[in-house]
Structure formats: structure tokens, C-alpha cells
């Protein structure tokens, strides 16, 4: 409960401006991967950035949580910038921690292999100075949030079905309590009736935590379900950004009406899409 | 040859791997018929590509097998050897869902197609040479002969899946399976990759068997849907008639949590619970402990799949096939309307019915064990 | 099997599953098949030489129960004296009982490869596993530094130390845990190079864990099967290579009972018609290498290839 968020700020929790990233190219040159790229997400708010593969979407993801530095342009959550560099020294990382969390696509990776489900939210609350009887409560309290019982607290990730993966990499980021929450694509890789489960999770949670989330995917029909806004990337700009249902139902770029085209739907022609793509 | 004879037929096909709780496959009985798109949709471990590995005889080693696979008159499953080889090489082809992990890495884009037209009997090199061009072009990949020179690398992934599907065309082969073929793809690349496909299908009337986790994917593609569970067919229908009425629970389920584009959050119905793994049994029907409708019944009945009644009319332009098919205790009793459909369907009709007769005999004998 | 294979033709048609009794056990097709190896089968050869090794750790451990004499016990009226019953399996020159010996030996022979891995083990892991973490110029100098000792002989190597350092078991196993620690290093990197890479390694960082922390606790830990699986496999070499240094007189020194000693001291025998001095140390050794290398293949498939 010792957010950022509840300092007496009282603008957007994140406050994006200019982001840019490039990469060297083998033949010289560089790779766009980010530019110019910004956004505001309120408190309990959530943003959908929507792209295609190289879009540049995973790259501002992963600039959020400072995974990954960014050339130029600022991360601002809860008013305080946050360096482009990451922090020296165990307090200003852990601070820094408690700003941003992410939950990756991989359910399979992303967790530990040797940590049991309770190990794991463990592991996060006891480097967040949670003493060992607190951890333990906080630590049960979080896997009922996220819908995991105690057969699931003591499985090794090999012994979790991709769901219940995902569920406790949701619960190991609310673990440090922070103030937004970054999804990878997190729910591409599960199944349709799974990944309605966790969509309607992460709701919940948004309701009840009042973190913000940014949302990563590439899938329009999902980040509608889950977003406030959605910012639409194109080779690693954005090229529409506004209110998610006014993107959807009256897109002004040539780009997202493409995108929107190529949903299968029923009564869906693929040749009349593949039309409007061509026509960008 | 007779029109009335599906392109894939599959009778009855079970599976069973030792290890497992329960078959992989429980007496999957579906056909594909010249020309036509039957979609395959189901969640994971639903048995979805298993069933299309069937087709090309590529069954797990140490399984227990019963049923009959057919394609265009042969019995898949007793093929051996060279036979099996020319089977896999000229009648059936597949595309999955990595093109990259279906082209070798080092070699060029034209050796692999000519190392495919080989095995369909194109051994002169230069015929071979000028066809693979040729199928490059008829995929839509511009400047055909620039590309045979190309390494995979050098390709975007949906550059890739034309040139997949480009060696799949090479022996011209009456069946193609898709699995997953587009899931890898960006959306518009998608789009592309289905027109092409749809494009081919109409010049060379091969039969598709179309495998998506994606509902809407094969509402809007296919001419025939059939959804999977655990190993078993759930429903079947004309695309239409799925998604306008869905019989089975499971279909509905799947439906109501599909997001679609357009819809809200109060739109999203989550399926309780999670798709079955290999380690769990079903003395009943497998949906019931996930099932909204279920009731105690459901938990010791066998399931069987039955015709449907139409409902909400018969499909415009669609092809002379029953109603649909759906496996649910629930649904309105088949037997007193199976006899109608049989004698007004014809062949196939018949030949479902008897599937399903056969299906429940063997699962009673299932029981009784 | 194959019989029952052969009585039913596979054109024949599937009998209706109802009609058949219940317990018939597999279908014509499923016989035909070969079944896969769920559980790879323990080669006859692993047993046996895991039985041996564990026979030999046992031995080495009770030694002084089991050996009838002391191992440095002289007595010069029974020198090189055949098997019988006084001797087991003979004496050397000096008299001393071969199999006392042996049995006394195989202490040192399995104890002094074991703290060369474990340091070398301890030095490669850190230098790998630092390399991989930091990666830039930390990575170019640990890489270069391998593979300059890669290029380098490794006895060459050891040789030099003890030069300068003088003979002795202590030295041996110093001089030869640098020599091992390069490969490990290698090895290691290139491990928690794909390791580093998984997303819960990126979370680690995400939480705002340290680098030494995310890599000591929580790197190194998920390695640690592979390389102890590799480990396994050095330790035949590394018992080898401690018995070749003294053999060439640079390890063990009189009166230890270390078996390249032994093979060393028996030579001077053979000469003189007696084969047993010199043979008896070097089975030992040839045993226990070919069980360590059969065990640890074996082994490094097992613990390398999981998930």
C-alpha cells in the first residue's frame, strides 16, 4: 500500500513523452524501433498499444520497466521521472521496483523453475522488506486475488497449466505493489477460455488496486475488452492514438482501418481486407 | 470417379497412447469433400492436430489404434513404406503454423522447392527449376525468380508461408491441412495468406481441413466447422449455422469468450475451469465439470454424436449436408430424427450415423472394461 | 509378438470393438508398432559401473577396516612376493602388501580429483557465469583469457606451476583446477547466456534485485544440474591427469599410497619379473576411470537434458 501513487500526486500516474529508441543495423545505419512516442495513463487507468510485429511496441514496453534505456525522451510515473539509467544501490532500485512491474508473454519463462508458486511471491515480497510472518500472509492473500489455491502454491511452473503460469507472474508483480503495470502480450499464448479468465482478472484488479495498466498485444478485439485508450504503432511510431472505442469504430489512420479490416469476422471476406491493406 | 466419395474420410478414429488417462482421439469421425473448407477448432490438447497428422498416417509410435482414415479411397493407416512415402509426397500436404522451422536455413528457397517437386516426380532439373518459379508466382510472391535464389532468412515470416505453401502446391495435391497456418501471422499478413489460399482452392478444388484455436477465424473461413474437446467432436454445423446457433455448451462457451471486435467487457464470458489434460479420465461427457448445463446425468453419459434438427432453416448455397452433428446428453433426442435425415441426405448422412452407432458401441465396451 | 503380427493380416478389417472380449490386449496395429522408451532404459553397463564405483567409494572410506595391513607397514624378507594367502595380491619391492595399499589409495585417488573440481568448479562458474552477466569487455577478457588456455597444453601448463611452485599432491591439484576451470568457465557462459535471456531472469531485474544477487541465487541454481552433470564426466580425466603428474613424480610423494605413485614405484618391478606392483595400481586406475566416464555420459544426458 505504499505506492507511489498515493503521495498526494493527483496528475497521471505515467506520464510518457518523446520516447525514442534506435538500434545499430549491421550495414549501417539505424533501426527505428521508438519514436516520439507519448502518452498520459490516469490512476486505474488503462492504455492498449496495438502494432503488428516490429512495430515497436514490445521496445516501449520494456523502456517502461527499464529493460531496455531509451535513447532520448522521458518516463515520468507519479510525477518523478524516472532516469534512464538504472539506479545504484539497493533502496532506489527497489523504489524504483515499486513504480513499474511487467508481466512477460511467455508463461513458460517467465517463471522460475525451481521456485514453487508461494516461493515466488515470496521471493519478491521478502526483497521488498516484508517480514517473514507478513510475507507469508501477504503471500496467500495474493494467490486467492489472482484465483490460485494451495495445490498451486506449492507446484513448481511445471506442474501449472499456462493459466495458472500467468496468474502468479500477475500476482508476483502485484506483489511489490506498484503503481502500473505493464502486459507483454500476456495473454497471447493462452487459450481462448483461459485468456478470458485472466482478461476478466486483470479488470477485477484494476478495479479493486487502482493500478494503471499498459497493455501490449497485437490482437484489437482483445485490448478493447481491457483499455481506456489505445495507441496504435507503425514502425516504431504511433500513427493514431485516442479513446479505445472511438479508434475502433472511427479510425482516422489508413493504417489502423487495415488492421481493423483484417480481423476475421463473421461474414468476413479475406480478399475485401486484404483490399483495404493494399489501399494504406 | 464418384462425387459422393469424401476426399478425407475419418471413420471412428481412436487413439490411445499408454500413459495417458484418456485417448488422445475418441472416435473422431469427420469428412472433407472436394473443394471444401472443414475447420478443425478447439483448444489445446483439444486433439485438433493429431487428427490432421492422421491423414497423413503420422501417428504417435506405441499408440493403440482403431478406426479407418481414408484419403481419396486409400486407407491411410495401412500404408507402408513406399507407398506411405508417395502417400505424404503427392496426395496430402501441410502447412504449419512455423514456416521457419519447415524450411532448412542454409539452403536456398528453390532447392526446397525442387526437392519437393522431386518427390512429386518432377526429377528433370530445369523443369523442376522453371516450375518452382512458376509456383512462386502462383503464391503472389513478386519477382518469383529473384526469391528461388533466396535463403529463408532473407524473407519476411509471411513471405515464408507463401513459399510453404508454394511447396505444399508443388505436387498438386488433392488435400491440403492446414494447422494453424496464419496463427503465426500479423493480422493483415493473414488476411493475405487466406485470400490465397481461397484463390487456390477455387482454381485446383483441393479440400481443406482448416485447423484454428480461432472461432471467428473459421466462422468467416470455412465452409464446415467442427469443434473439439478432449479428443472428441463436440459439434459439427455449417459455418453459418454455428455462430448463429451453437448447440453444443461448449460451443457456446468458446463463443461467448472469444473476444470480438465491437463487443464490451460485460460481453466476455469466461468458461469456468481449463481445457482437460492427457492425465485426466471422463467416465461421463468431458465438458461436464466445466459445463454451465450440466446436470449429475451428464457425468456418466457416454457421449455420442447425433444429427441435429435444422434449425433456423436450411443454409443458402450451402452444400447438401445434414443440419450438423453435436455430442451433448442435453440436446433434443437424436434417434427420432435420425431416420429422417438418413433417407433425405443420402450417402453421407448414413455414413455418419453409422459412425455414431459405432461410436457408442465402442464406448460402451469402453465402459464395460 | 511378431507372431501375432504375422497371423493377422493388416487389410483385415477392424472386428467391432463391442465383439471383441474386453481384455484382448492390443489391436494388430498396436502390435506392429513398436512401443516408444517412455523411461530410457539403464544399460546393463551403467549398473555395473555404478555398482563398481559405489563399491570402490565404500572400500575407500573403510579402508582401514578392510586392508589387512597398514599401508606403509615394510617388510623386506616378503618383498615381491605373489598372490596367496598371506597377500592378497602381493607385495611390492619394499614388501608392503599391495591390496593394504590400494585399498588406502583409493582415499587420495578419489579425494584429490574431487577438491580439483570442486575448486576448479568453483573458479569456472564464477568466471563463466560473470562473463555471461556482464557481457562487453568483462566477457571479451574472460572469453580471450579460455581460450588462450585452451590453446596452451594443459600439462604444459601444470608442469610450469610446479616448477616453479615445486612437486607435491597439494600443488598438483592447485595447478590442475586452473587448468579445469577455463573449460568450465566456457562451458558455463555459454549456459547462462540462454539462461540470462529467460523472461524470469528479466522479472528478477524488473523487482529490483542485484546482479550478484539474481545470478547467486537464482542464475547459478538453475545451472547447476547441467554442470554437475558435466562435472561427472571430468572426473574420470581429472583422476587421470592427477595420476599421470605422479607418475611423472610431480604429485604424490612417498610414502602415500596414491595410485599413480604406485604405478610409478611398481615399474621398477616389472623388470624384475613381477607384473603385480604395477599392475594392481593401474587397473585400479583404468577401472575407475572407465566407470566415472560410462556413469557420466550416462549422467550428463539424464541432468543436461530436463525441461
Given at each position: 500500500m505504499a505506492g507511489t501513487q498515493e503521495t498526494g500526486h493527483d496528475g497521471p500516474v505515467l506520464s510518457v513523452d518523446a520516447l525514442r529508441k534506435t538500434y545499430p543495423l549491421p550495414g549501417g545505419g539505424r533501426l527505428t524501433a521508438a519514436d516520439g512516442i507519448g502518452f498520459r495513463v490516469p490512476r486505474g487507468g488503462s492504455l492498449g498499444i496495438v502494432g503488428e510485429s516490429g512495430s515497436g511496441k514490445t521496445t516501449v514496453a520494456r523502456m517502461l520497466v527499464g529493460l531496455i534505456r531509451a535513447d532520448s525522451g522521458t518516463i515520468a510515473v507519479a510525477g518523478h521521472v524516472r532516469g534512464s539509467r538504472p539506479p545504484r544501490g539497493r533502496a532506489a532500485r527497489l523504489a524504483r521496483a515499486r513504480e513499474v512491474q511487467m508481466v512477460f508473454q511467455d508463461p513458460y519463462l517467465s517463471?522460475?523453475?525451481?521456485?514453487t508458486g508461494r516461493q515466488c511471491l515470496l521471493t519478491a515480497l521478502r526483497l521488498h522488506g516484508a517480514q517473514a510472518a507478513a510475507a507469508d500472509e501477504r503471500a496467500l492473500r495474493l494467490l486467492d486475488q489472482v484465483g490460485l489455491g494451495s495445490r498451486e502454491a506449492e507446484a513448481r511452473p511445471h506442474a501449472l497449466s499456462g493459466g495458472q503460469r500467468q496468474r502468479l507472474a500477475i500476482a508476483r508483480a502485484l506483489a511489490v505493489d506498484p503503481a502500473v503495470l505493464v502486459l507483454d502480450e500476456a495473454v497471447a499464448a493462452l487459450d481462448v477460455s483461459i485468456q478470458a479468465q485472466v482478461l476478466g482478472l486483470l479488470e477485477e484488479i484494476r478495479r479493486e488496486t487502482g493500478v494503471a495498466l499498459v497493455f501490449v498485444s497485437h490482437d484489437l478485439a482483445v485490448v478493447q475488452y481491457i483499455t481506456d485508450e489505445t495507441l496504435v504503432m507503425r514502425q516504431g511510431r504511433a500513427v493514431e492514438q485516442g479513446p479505445t472505442p472511438h479508434v475502433l469504430a472511427d479510425p482516422q489512420d489508413p493504417y489502423t482501418r487495415a488492421l481493423l479490416a483484417a480481423v476475421p469476422r463473421e461474414g468476413w471476406d479475406p480478399a475485401e481486407a486484404v483490399r483495404t491493406v493494399r489501399a494504406r | 470417379m464418384t462425387t459422393t466419395q469424401p476426399l478425407l474420410d475419418i471413420a471412428g478414429l481412436t487413439l490411445e497412447l499408454p500413459g495417458?488417462?484418456?485417448?488422445?482421439?475418441?472416435?473422431v469421425t469427420l469428412q472433407v469433400r472436394t473443394g471444401e473448407v472443414l475447420g478443425l477448432v478447439g483448444e489445446s490438447g483439444s486433439g485438433k492436430s493429431t487428427t490432421a497428422k492422421a491423414a497423413l498416417g503420422m501417428l504417435p509410435a506405441g499408440g493403440r489404434t482403431e478406426g479407418r482414415v481414408t484419403v481419396d479411397g486409400t486407407d491411410v493407416l495401412t500404408l507402408r513404406g513406399e507407398a506411405l512415402r508417395a502417400h505424404r509426397a503427392r496426395t496430402v500436404a501441410m502447412i504449419h503454423q512455423d514456416p521457419r522451422a519447415a524450411l532448412?536455413?542454409?539452403?536456398r528457397i528453390g532447392d526446397f522447392l525442387t526437392e519437393r517437386l522431386a518427390h512429386a516426380g518432377v526429377t528433370d532439373r530445369r523443369a523442376a527449376r522453371a516450375r518452382a518459379v512458376e509456383l512462386l508466382g502462383a503464391v503472389g510472391l513478386p519477382d518469383p525468380a529473384r526469391h528461388v535464389r533466396q535463403r529463408p532468412h532473407e524473407l519476411s515470416g509471411g513471405m515464408l508461408q507463401r513459399v510453404v505453401i508454394a511447396g505444399a502446391l508443388a505436387a498438386e495435391p488433392r488435400l491440403l491441412l492446414a494447422d494453424e497456418a496464419t496463427s503465426a501471422l500479423d493480422v493483415t499478413t493473414q488476411a493475405e495468406i487466406l485470400d490465397l489460399l481461397r484463390t487456390l482452392r477455387a482454381e485446383r478444388e483441393t479440400g481443406m481441413l482448416f485447423i484454428t484455436h480461432d472461432l471467428h477465424l473459421a466462422a468467416a473461413y470455412c465452409d464446415r466447422v467442427l469443434v473439439m474437446y478432449a479428443g472428441r467432436i463436440v459439434e459439427q454445423q455449417p459455418a453459418p449455422a454455428l455462430f448463429a446457433h451453437p448447440r453444443h455448451p461448449y460451443t457456446r462457451g468458446l463463443l461467448g469468450c472469444s473476444p470480438t471486435l465491437g463487443g464490451t467487457a460485460a460481453d466476455l464470458r469466461p468458461v469456468p475451469g481449463r481445457p482437460p489434460s492427457l492425465a485426466e479420465s471422463f467416465p461421463g461427457c468431458p465438458f461436464a465439470a466445466r459445463c454451465p448445463e450440466a446436470e449429475p446425468e451428464c457425468e456418466t453419459w457416454a457421449p455420442v454424436v447425433s444429427p441435429l434438427e435444422p434449425e433456423g432453416g436450411p443454409v443458402p448455397n450451402?452444400?447438401?449436408?445434414?443440419a450438423g452433428e453435436a455430442a451433448c446428453r442435453r440436446l433434443p433426442l437424436a434417434a427420432s430424427v435420425a431416420p429422417a435425415t438418413h433417407g433425405a441426405t443420402g450417402a453421407s448422412g448414413a455414413s455418419t450415423a453409422s459412425g455414431a452407432s459405432e461410436a457408442s458401441a465402442a464406448s460402451g465396451a469402453e465402459a464395460a472394461r | 509378438m511378431s507372431a501375432l503380427t504375422a497371423a493377422q493380416s493388416p487389410q483385415s478389417p477392424q472386428p467391432p470393438r463391442s465383439s471383441?472380449?474386453?481384455?484382448?490386449?492390443?489391436t494388430p496395429r498396436a502390435a506392429r508398432i513398436r512401443r516408444p522408451r517412455l523411461r530410457p532404459r539403464q544399460p546393463l553397463t551403467v549398473l555395473i559401473a555404478a555398482g563398481f564405483l559405489v563399491l570402490v567409494v565404500l572400500t575407500a572410506a573403510l579402508a582401514p577396516l578392510l586392508a589387512p595391513y597398514a599401508p606403509d607397514s615394510i617388510d623386506l624378507s616378503a618383498s615381491l612376493v605373489g598372490t596367496g594367502r598371506e597377500h592378497l595380491l602381493g607385495t611390492d619391492a619394499s614388501g608392503q602388501d599391495l591390496l593394504s595399499r590400494v585399498l588406502h589409495g583409493a582415499r587420495t585417488s578419489l579425494i584429490a580429483p574431487l577438491a580439483l573440481l570442486a575448486l576448479a568448479a568453483l573458479l569456472g562458474v564464477t568466471l563463466g557465469t560473470l562473463a555471461a552477466w556482464r557481457g562487453g569487455w568483462v566477457d571479451t577478457l574472460v572469453s580471450r583469457l579460455t581460450d588462450v588456455m585452451y590453446a596452451f597444453p594443459g600439462l604444459l601448463f601444470v608442469v610450469l606451476i610446479i616448477a616453479v611452485f615445486g612437486a607435491g599432491m597439494t600443488t598438483s591439484v592447485l595447478a590442475l583446477a586452473l587448468a579445469y576451470a577455463p573449460t568450465i568457465a566456457k562451458y558455463t557462459r555459454s549456459l547462462a547466456l540462454s539462461e540470462r535471456a529467460k523472461p524470469y531472469i528479466d522479472a528478477y531485474r524488473v523487482q529490483g534485485m542485484g546482479g550478484a544477487r539474481i545470478c547467486a541465487r537464482h542464475l547459478v541454481p538453475n545451472l547447476a544440474r547441467s554442470v554437475v552433470g558435466y562435472l561427472v564426466v571430468l572426473f574420470g580425466e581429472a583422476l587421470m591427469s592427477l595420476a599421470t603428474l605422479s607418475y611423472l613424480g610431480f604429485g604424490a610423494q612417498p610414502p602415500s599410497s596414491d595410485w599413480g605413485l604406485m604405478v610409478q614405484e611398481g615399474q621398477a618391478a616389472v623388470v624384475q619379473g613381477a607384473l603385480l606392483p604395477a599392475m594392481v595400481p593401474g587397473t585400479a586406475i583404468a577401472a575407475v576411470v572407465v566407470a566415472f566416464n560410462i556413469v557420466g555420459v550416462w549422467a550428463a544426458d539424464r541432468l543436461g537434458s530436463r525441461r
Open positions: 517463471l522460475d523453475p525451481r521456485l | 495417458t488417462a484418456r485417448p488422445l482421439l475418441a472416435e532448412n536455413p542454409v539452403r450451402g452444400p447438401p449436408v445434414p | 471383441r472380449p474386453p481384455q484382448a490386449p492390443q
